[in-house]
T-cell receptor
Framework: RKEVEQDPGPFNVPEGATVAFNCTYS??????FFWYRQDCRKEPKLLMS???SGNEDGRFTAQLNRASQYISLLIRDSKLSDSATYLC????????????FGRGTQLTVWP | GAVVSQHPSWVICKSGTSVKIECRSL??????MFWYRQFPKQSLMLMAT?????????EQGVEKDKFLINHASLTLSTLTVTSAHPEDSSFYIC???????????FGSGTRLTVV
């Protein structure tokens, strides 16, 4: 079983829509979680960290459920520029070690 | 701050030749560098972890004699793909972590095509 599992999509939504991505992780030792954004043929870029209490950054909201080992990302009021692949990422231990990447969920926002 | 410069951004080489990819930390000292490989529509897969001044730790299934990693200084890590084959064609990305810096910085990636 993979360390981090994601629905690969693709998700195709109109501008202004709300879209949610889900992710599960298999190792209960995972302690740090992130969402990265990757544009085509580019490197991943950190979108936001995910905290147990849930956190919001503008139109983006991340949630973590440790009991279910489940992570989510909600994007409100989608913009064309949100089109990308969103990577769910976990790291084990209290100090940052290697990252475990999901295969990514592809999002296309159309006008 | 915390920029990693990766070169080349793309390279085409013939089967059997070797290719070197460089990652330089421009404004910080990278004590640990991670090397990933990503095939189309797949996740980033960690190949190896290198620490400055010591031998790299390779993930299971990654041939250390084929993918040579050198991390001789705190600002430079290199990955050499030796005797490249078409199946080595992929997107290679480095990522640095530095003590005290939360998060990771990624290089811009190298797209390798072996013909």
């Amino acid at each position: 079983r993979k360390e981090v599992e994601q629905d690969p999509g693709p998700f195709n939504v109109p501008e202004g829509a709300t879209v949610a991505f889900n992710c599960t992780y298999s190792n209960s030792a995972s302690q740090s979680f992130f969402w990265y954004r990757q544009d085509c043929r580019k490197e991943p870029k950190l979108l936001m960290s995910v905290y147990s209490s849930g956190n919001e950054d503008g139109r983006f909201t991340a949630q973590l459920n440790r009991a279910s080992q489940y992570i989510s990302l909600l994007i409100r009021d989608s913009k064309l520029s949100d089109s990308a692949t969103y990577l769910c990422v976990a790291s084990r231990g209290s100090t940052l070690g290697r990252l475990y990447f999901g295969r990514g969920t592809q999002l296309t926002v159309w006008p | 701050g915390a920029v990693v410069s990766q070169h080349p951004s793309w390279v085409i080489c013939k089967s059997g030749t070797s290719v070197k990819i460089e990652c330089r930390s421009l404004d910080f000292q990278a004590t640990t560098m991670f090397w990933y490989r990503q095939f189309p529509k797949q996740s980033l897969m960690l190949m190896a972890t290198s620490n400055e001044g010591s031998k790299a730790t390779y993930e299971q299934g990654v041939e250390k004699d084929k993918f040579l990693i050198n991390h001789a200084s705190l600002t430079l890590s290199t990955l050499t793909v030796t005797s490249a084959h078409p199946e080595d064609s992929s997107f290679y990305i480095c990522s640095a972590r530095v003590e005290g810096l939360y998060g990771y910085t990624f290089g811009s990636g190298t797209r390798l095509t072996v013909v």
